[in-house]
C-alpha cells in the first residue's frame, strides 16, 4: 500500500520561495504519476501541478505556470514541488497524491483516482 509523507512548507515573505517533498514508502513512485494540490483557508482543494509517470509532461495550473516546478527523483522515491516568487495567495495547506495523468487534444491534465494523500504542509506568504 502506498503511503505519501511530505515535507517542507513553512512561513515565507512574498517573492520567497519553498520546495515541497513528498516521499512514497510501500511502492515505487517511479512508475506513479503524481499531482499536487492545495486548499486555501475556507475554499475548496485545487490542483496545483501534476507529473507523468516517466517524469516527460507535466501540467501546472495558470496561477503557478512560470513559478512552480514539479519534478521527481526515482532513486529517493520522492516528487518535489519547488515554489518560486511565492504571493499571499499562495497560502494553504499542500497535498501530494497519486493521479492519473492524461494527454488531450487541447493539451494534459490529471486527475486522482485514489483515495490516497500525504499528510499535508502547510504553506504561508506573508510579510
Known amino acids: 500500500q502506498l503511503r505519501l509523507v511530505q515535507s517542507g512548507g513553512g512561513l515565507v515573505q512574498p517573492g520567497g520561495s519553498l520546495r515541497l517533498s513528498c516521499t512514497g514508502s510501500g511502492s515505487s513512485l517511479e512508475y506513479t504519476a503524481i499531482g499536487w494540490f492545495r486548499q486555501a483557508p475556507g475554499e475548496g482543494r485545487e490542483k496545483v501541478a501534476c507529473?507523468?509517470?516517466?517524469?516527460?509532461?507535466?501540467n501546472y495550473a495558470e496561477s503557478v505556470k512560470g513559478r512552480f516546478t514539479i519534478s521527481k527523483d526515482n532513486a529517493k522515491n520522492a516528487v518535489y514541488l519547488t515554489m518560486n516568487y511565492l504571493r499571499p495567495e499562495d497560502t494553504g495547506v499542500y497535498y501530494c497524491?497519486?493521479?492519473?495523468?492524461?494527454?488531450?487534444?487541447?493539451?494534459?491534465?490529471?486527475?486522482?483516482?485514489?483515495?490516497?494523500w500525504g499528510q499535508g504542509t502547510q504553506v504561508t506568504v506573508s510579510s
Open positions: 497524491a497519486p493521479v492519473q495523468y492524461y494527454i488531450t487534444p487541447e493539451g494534459s491534465s490529471c486527475r486522482r483516482t485514489l483515495d490516497i
Open positions: 507529473l507523468s509517470s516517466n517524469g516527460d509532461n507535466t
